[in-house]
């Protein structure tokens, strides 16, 4: 087994001992523990970001966030040894890294047209390897211990031989991943649940990924919109998520801030933890009011009790 150079806990091991809950919550009773450490993933302030890099990462950290995670924008054109001296400067980590994209020098000051068909064209399948290990260097450079996919596409879930098509390139990235440390992970969304001639094509990832070098980030909002029961998921496929985006449901399917829609949280938490979730991270697609959305999910989550 491939392991992290931060001597990465397998996570059937977190499931017999109390060194994973130590560092994650409070050593109070269940019910009654808070998580002492979660993040946010900067998806949720992406217009803020691009407006301002660094002020951004410093207004997470006055919230009170202690980790972010980058999203599959990357650094937007800044390179790890600037990021990561952002980060220590605002006492944030980033203990879990994004694929992104290798683009050319002088994107970001692209026309907007041209930059979407300069990002589509390097955004392919066909160059998907490369932009793993272009993500990996990354990686390894901010010592994370996962280096998660956003996605495959929909389009890529129309028949099983696509989702075994997409098996195997996730295999191939763990392989690659695991080789220098890291896991591969993959982050699920709700076209992954669709069946497919019986199948759930998302059972079928995670049945035939390979444990030790393929992990999975669960998406709470996506699981719930997709039809999928969260604590299912979360007992019959123990010890395959590493890391948990905290996103919420309202009662007409659309995106809400943690703690102010539909799911339990507390419930999720407890379960997530206990089969071996290390990371948690707020997330929000798309927020009318970002910086208020973080607060109050910050808010909400700095007081939970699980």
């Excluded at 211990?145 to 028949?159: E, I, K, Q």
């Excluded at 195997?168 to 392989?175: K, S």
């Amino acid at each position: 087994m491939a392991m992290h150079r931060r001597a990465f806990i397998q996570a059937g091991a977190a499931l017999t001992s109390g060194s994973l809950l130590a560092g994650l919550a409070s050593a109070e009773a269940p019910g009654q523990r808070r998580l002492s450490t979660f993040g946010l993933q900067l998806s949720t302030v992406t217009q803020m970001m691009l407006a301002d890099f660094a002020g951004t990462l410093e207004r997470v950290a006055q919230v009170g966030y202690q980790q972010v995670e980058f999203s599959a924008r990357g650094f937007l054109g800044r390179s790890a040894s600037e990021v990561q001296a952002l980060l220590t400067q605002y006492g944030l980590e980033a203990p879990v890294g994004r694929v992104s994209v290798r683009l050319p020098e002088g994107f970001y000051q692209l026309p907007r047209d041209e930059a979407m068909r300069v990002y589509q064209q390097h955004a392919g399948l066909d160059r998907f390897l490369d932009n793993v290990r272009y993500s990996l260097d990354a990686a390894l450079a901010l010592d994370q211990s996962a280096l998660v996919l956003p996605a495959l596409m929909r389009d890529r879930f129309t028949t099983l031989d696509q989702v075994k098509a997409n098996i195997e390139l996730i295999n191939q990235a763990g392989d690659l991943c695991g080789a220098q440390g890291v896991q591969f992970g993959y982050h699920n969304h709700d076209w992954e649940l669709a069946e497919l001639d019986g199948v759930v094509p998302y059972d079928l990832m995670l049945e035939q990924t390979d444990p030790d070098k393929v992990t999975y980030q669960l998406d709470a909002y996506w699981i719930t919109r997709g039809g999928g029961d969260l604590e299912d998921y979360l007992t019959r496929y123990a010890g395959r998520f590493s890391s948990c985006h905290m996103k919420d449901i309202d009662d007409e399917g659309d995106f809400a801030d943690v703690g102010f829609g539909l799911i339990d949280f507390p419930r999720f938490t407890a379960l997530a933890v206990a089969q071996g979730a290390r990371h948690f991270f707020v997330e929000r697609d798309n927020p009318p009011e970002p910086l208020q959305s973080i607060v109050r999910s910050y808010g909400y989550l700095s007081q939970m009790k699980f």
